[in-house]
T-cell receptor, first 111, second 115 residues
Framework: LAKTTQPISMDSYEGQEVNITCSHNNIATNDYITWYQQFPSQGPRFIIQ???TKVTNEVASLFIPADRKSSTLSLPRVSLSDTAVYYC????????????FGKGTRLHILP | DAGVIQSPRHEVTEMGQEVTLRCKPI?????LFWYRQTMMRGLELLIYFNNNVPIDDSGMPEDRFSAKMPNASFSTLKIQPSEPRDSAVYFC?????????????FGPGTRLLVL
């Protein structure tokens, strides 16, 4: 089971870069790392996904070290609207390892 | 595409009543997932389907819960009889088949309150 560990909550200020780290010590070779964002009263929304090194899109960057036992979601220059819960997942729910969303990291952006 | 569609968005019912939640996945997606979210337990996977066939229902809490997918564009999650502890937000998600990668697209959820 590809279990992940991430901080329960984080605070930051507008304009800052926010990094959320996720630990996944027993990640399998073929596992992808996926991050989702959830706003209140909405379903989770895909942010970024990667397998190794670094991935960047218009929203965020995902840094994955060589051993792949952790990964870091980086949000550049956050705004108040980035206040949300962020989930780190490893693997695929449709395989036997059954990804677990858990409670995620509650990010609170302050003005 | 309209995304994943769920209905109703809100449901208030009394204990003992039957509740049916509905989901229309994104066209062409091979997988459909049902989740339940509460403050205490976070987001839990209840069951998922592949090409309309239930694959893993080990997350279904008890026999009062059942799910069906009669065709590729429709799924239901039924609770009979409902209990106050079933109060939660229920999400449906769908995903295309893309090798080892999996991206789930979630619906807006159904907020269920059982009195």
């Amino acid at each position: 089971l590809a279990k992940t560990t991430q901080p329960i909550s984080m605070d930051s200020y507008e304009g800052q870069e926010v990094n959320i780290t996720c630990s996944h010590n027993n990640i399998a070779t073929n596992d992808y790392i996926t991050w989702y964002q959830q706003f209140p009263s909405q379903g989770p929304r895909f942010i970024i996904q990667g397998c190794k090194t670094k991935v960047t899109n218009e929203v965020a960057s995902l840094f994955i070290p060589a051993d792949r036992k952790s990964s870091t979601l980086s949000l550049p220059r956050v705004s108040l609207s980035d206040t949300a819960v962020y989930y780190c997942l490893v693997g695929a729910a449709r395989r036997d390892d059954k990804i677990i969303f858990g409670k995620g990291t509650r990010l609170h952006i302050l003005p | 595409d309209a995304g994943v569609i769920q209905s109703p968005r809100h449901e208030v019912t009394e204990m003992g009543q039957e509740v049916t939640l509905r989901c229309k996945p994104i066209s062409g997606h091979d997988y459909l997932f049902w989740y339940r979210q509460t403050m205490m337990r976070g987001l839990e996977l209840l069951i998922y389907f592949n090409n309309n066939v239930p694959i893993d229902d080990s997350g279904m809490p008890e026999d009062r819960f059942s799910a069906k997918m009669p065709n590729a564009s429709f799924s239901t999650l039924k609770i009979q009889p409902s209990e106050p502890r079933d109060s939660a937000v229920y999400f449906c998600a769908s995903s295309p088949l893309t090798g080892d990668q999996e991206t789930q697209y979630f619906g807006p959820g159904t907020r269920l309150l059982v009195l």
